[in-house]
């Protein structure tokens, strides 16, 4: 057992406790009703950064919730990595579908973490990835190992598109300066197959408004006679995908990568099994753009789908009503090349055009980001590649992933620098759906990696 | 000033007052967190009918909210009148949507009511239209008036599809024995057209489900891999209409009663102007079937509409997650001969055939009933229309209803005796809407024309 380990093995309880605290603060950045919960979190990420060993701390306000900073360098003219993350977590909705509290967090086994994982909302995404990286530089200062400068940049509006994340790194470029990003806000395959994240796909969210008549109508009177908004918004919705499940929007693949024969090669190594994908969700068919892969339609294909939908009565028994509006939550996945702005300009035009006289349509963009690839022959890539070669045995695969977090594109527009997305959640770990988990194994093994990828980063840029 | 109107005169301000308390008690039948609330209203009408005169009043208890049934017996050789109405309402949602509370029923003047209108649920589906009876029956019974003999069937569960009618109906022929129903539970087409409801659409009101993974997922991470519950949902709703807005539904149209040319141009003759419609509902343009006005896609064809739709997150703000079920409710107005349970099979057959693979599709019926057409030769008719000429000065128009009243089927079938329907509503006075309303003249007016029509029926029966 190395040091870092059998540090580990000394605290992990405690490790764990202090996520805990963490993950029982609501600290959902969607609802305005937990605005008090959130400003909270940030102030429990400001202690847990200076008892792990940062300089200096502080909670920088903005127009939402507050960016918390922090840092410790050692020597200017040692490299420096920025570390970020969030301390925001997704609407923990549907209650009724959770086995246990979302804010209670818990250890019980699963199937694929025997060792235990913690239930609770954010526990991997982000707070529980996050906080490995608190850990390992209480680590790196404990036993006077950091070998280069930290600056912490955790915000606490991820879950909604970080609106004003953008505003506050144009504005502290000067104090975030680094030579790499680290991120722990993603997945690999699985815990004997690890990997590396070396892309994202870029996201726009819109919400739609249909509205027919002034008013709710009984449905034996008009019904027939007047659009019903819930019916055209259906029709207006599928006819976004033709029969092949190809989007329809007019120029929506225009700037789509297309991938090589090789490089789709390549991506069809990753070990997949398909029987074990559709038992796993209880399905008895995938579904998808025809022509591409299970693995190619969630990381280098563009989608678009709907993330929520209602209009008219939805309570308990019947009632017989054409209701006045109807509306939905739609968000498109984008791949590298595609430009969010463009795309959401081209959905809102195509939407509104398409809607029958008799019907008003409305179209709110909601947020977005580009999407991201990043070359594997960086220090950076290399100093992940070999700490996870130390602590799982094995190199890691680089892979696409199909999620987005749109403000990487963001920080290498203007921080210059790339960003490293070690994630070490697991895909099963049902991150924004009730049940979200992560896996002791997962936590304890990122909290003895990522010092080494610090080891690995000094030593390389030497 | 006839005898009724100074009765009505004098007793003016108590019949409002009274029908205000009946609908201050929220008596929706789909929440069975109101089933007290029925209790009491039944409790109220059946202290009403003995006021009014009845001799025995009495409540029925049913596997659901209980009946009240009432009878003034004069002369068993004399003709006997039922009169069907019903206690519950339709649920009162959405509440924000109501310029004052629905269950604080306030009187204010509308365009089409200058002489004022009762705002509140209920009050003109069916409270309002129900209780013109038992003030009319007051009337007639203290001015010794009443020409024969009176029964009274008020039920709390139309709004939910009538599922204990049947079985009360069956149960109870002798003592429902009777020669002519009479409800007032439509309405006519203006405060100076008055109309007579001679059909009524069916119904089959369905509820479908669809599952895809066994629980909701991250948008980005299975995006365009998995089939999107909602993305499905709307598909499957869009294609049950074609691209002239046919029913594409396998069998739907095999029994649709067609009308002769000559029928539909004897229809076309009511009045009906197409722009102070669509300014009424502010819609730029009607909606429906190809090749039929407005009138008729309302009353003699029949249609399928989304009353309700949901699934995915619907809150504040964004998530980007695809859910595991979508469901909507739906339903049909189906047109005479069009049998309303082969209706709901054809429907769950098609609906659950057309599922693509990776999806699971249940639909559950809810409830339905059969259209109806009364001939306007029998003697009921003609005295109501007789009772129409008397208050109104003007011959009532015969007038096919977009809605439907399923048990007026079930009462021909079981009890052999023709429905009259002499409704004083207004298609303007927003039932099953927000802000509900019944004018103070359609009431009254009611009150007056009631018991002409028992005078005329008696008349035209010896």
Tied chains: 1, 2.
Excluded at 108 to 128: Q, V, W
Excluded at 386 to 409: E, H, L, M, N
């Amino acid at each position: 057992m190395n040091q870092i380990q059998s540090y580990i093995n000394q605290h992990k309880d405690r490790f764990i406790n202090e996520l805990f605290e963490l993950l029982k603060i609501p600290s959902i950045s969607a609802d305005s009703a937990y605005k008090n919960d959130l400003l909270k979190t940030a102030e429990a990420v400001k202690i847990s950064l200076e008892k792990a060993g940062c300089d200096t701390v502080e909670i920088c306000k903005t127009d939402g919730n507050p960016i918390v900073y922090g840092e410790k360098i050692i020597d200017s003219n040692l490299p420096t990595v920025l570390v970020y993350g969030h301390y925001d977590v997704q609407p923990a909705d549907p209650l009724d579908l959770w086995d246990s509290p979302p804010f209670e967090p818990i250890i019980k086994k699963t199937d694929l973490h025997p060792d235990g994982a913690i239930f609770g909302r954010g526990s991997c995404d982000d707070k529980g990835q996050m906080y490995m990286h608190v850990k390992a530089l209480e680590f790196m200062v404990k036993t006077n190992q950091l070998p280069c400068n930290v600056k912490f940049m955790i915000e606490g509006e991820e879950e909604v598109g970080s609106p004003n994340l953008a505003v506050f790194v144009k504005n502290n470029q000067e104090k975030l300066k680094n030579d790499v990003i680290l991120i722990s806000d993603t997945g690999m395959i699985a815990n004997d197959i690890p990997s590396i994240t070396t892309g994202l796909r870029g996201l726009s969210y819109v919400e739609v408004e249909v509205t027919g008549p002034n008013r709710d109508l009984h449905s034996g009177l008009y019904g027939g006679a007047v659009a019903n908004p819930i019916n055209i918004l259906t029709k207006m919705i599928a006819s976004l995908h033709d029969e092949n499940n190809h989007i329809t929007i007019p120029g929506f693949y225009d700037k789509v990568e297309e991938l090589s024969k090789e490089e789709r090669a390549e991506m069809a190594k990753a070990p997949f099994n398909l029987e074990n994908y559709k038992k796993a969700l209880d399905i008895e068919a995938v579904y998808g753009e025809t022509g591409y892969t299970t693995n190619e339609r969630n990381s280098i294909r563009p989608t678009l789908d709907v993330n929520g939908i209602w209009g008219g009565y939805t309570g308990e028994g019947a009632k017989t009503v054409i209701v006045s509006k109807a509306y939905a939550k739609i968000s498109m996945r984008l791949v590298p090349h595609q430009d969010w702005i463009e795309i959401t300009e081209l959905f809102t035009k195509h939407f509104t055009n398409m809607a029958p006289e008799g019907v008003k349509v409305n179209v709110k963009p909601h947020h977005g980001g580009q999407g991201y690839v990043t070359p594997i022959d960086s220090i950076g890539y290399q100093a992940a590649s070999k700490a996870y070669q130390d602590t799982f045995g094995k190199t890691p695969i680089p892979q696409r992933s199909g999620g987005s977090i749109p403000i990487v594109s963001l920080f290498e527009q203007e921080l210059k620098s790339k960003t490293i997305l070690m994630g070490f959640g697991l895909d099963s770990d049902a991150i924004h759906s009730p049940n979200e988990h992560f896996g002791v194994f997962n936590y304890l093994k990122g909290i003895e990696t990522i010092p080494l990828f610090y080891k690995y980063f000094t030593e390389l840029s030497k």
